[in-house]
């Protein structure tokens, strides 16, 4: 597979339970993103890994919480989410080299209900 | 205030006709510029740059203007392809993007 995979691409779930959506990219990146699109709102920065280690935790609520085991792999685990939890999960790419981020390739998202 | 504002549309045009529209941000000193577009239901992806001398790719031309922090884009011969939302986006710092609402745009037969 080439470009930014995620998994699964929709998923709905209760207020109690526990999931995980999963970013893969075959990009040779070593940057990763995940970001939160609800209906009419524009794209909010959730979390950013470069080269593995966190360098933006965009005020997410503790419900959210991201997992980076190697520049390949994103992972945002899940557990007891609200109602207006429910959006678009998008995780991106890209390349850094020295302070320059380049451009930002995205997977096709996960959509969310929480019911 | 919204980082990155757009007006959400929809813009309805005809196929061939020419549709421009903005968008403005409030950090005077955002780094970089760049229109994304996104399909329904799809994700965003890259359209283009913009530069500060402005820019063109094909039938896309691409605007800044600092003073006035603003962002245009221009299509032109409007294809039925080219329906879609465009987003505004603005490099705030090495690793931050902000993106606009989006603006759609609807191009009929």
């Known amino acids: 597979e080439t470009g930014v995979t995620q998994t699964p691409r929709h998923l709905v779930m209760g207020m109690t339970n526990k999931k995980s959506l999963k970013c893969e990219q075959h990009l040779g990146h070593n940057a990763m993103y995940w970001y939160k699109q609800s209906a009419k709102k524009p794209l909010e920065l959730m979390f950013v890994y470069s080269l593995e280690e966190r360098v933006e935790n965009n005020s997410v609520p503790s419900r959210f919480s991201p997992e980076c085991p190697n520049s390949s792999h994103l992972f945002l685990h899940l557990h007891t989410l609200q109602p207006e939890d429910s959006a678009l999960y998008l995780c991106?790419?890209?390349?850094?080299?020295?302070?320059?981020?380049?451009?930002?390739?995205f997977g096709p998202g996960t959509r969310l209900t929480v019911l | 205030r919204k980082e990155v504002e757009q007006d959400p549309g929809p813009f309805n045009v005809p196929e061939g006709a020419t549709v421009a529209f903005n968008c403005t941000y409030s950090?005077?000193?955002?780094?970089?510029f760049f229109w994304y577009r996104q399909d329904c239901r799809k994700e965003p992806k890259l359209l283009m740059s913009?530069?500060?001398s402005g820019n063109e790719d094909g039938r896309f031309t691409a605007q800044l203007n600092r003073a006035s922090q603003y962002i245009s884009l221009l299509i032109r011969d409007s294809k039925l392809s080219d329906s879609a939302t465009y987003l505004c986006?603005?490099?705030?710092?090495?690793?931050?993007?902000?993106f606009g609402a989006g603006t759609t745009v609807t191009v009929r037969a």
């Open positions: 986006v603005v490099r705030e710092n090495d690793y931050k993007l902000s």
């Open positions: 913009v530069y500060s």
């Open positions: 991106a790419s890209s390349q850094v080299a020295g302070s320059s981020y380049n451009e930002q390739f």
């Open positions: 950090n005077s000193a955002s780094q970089s």
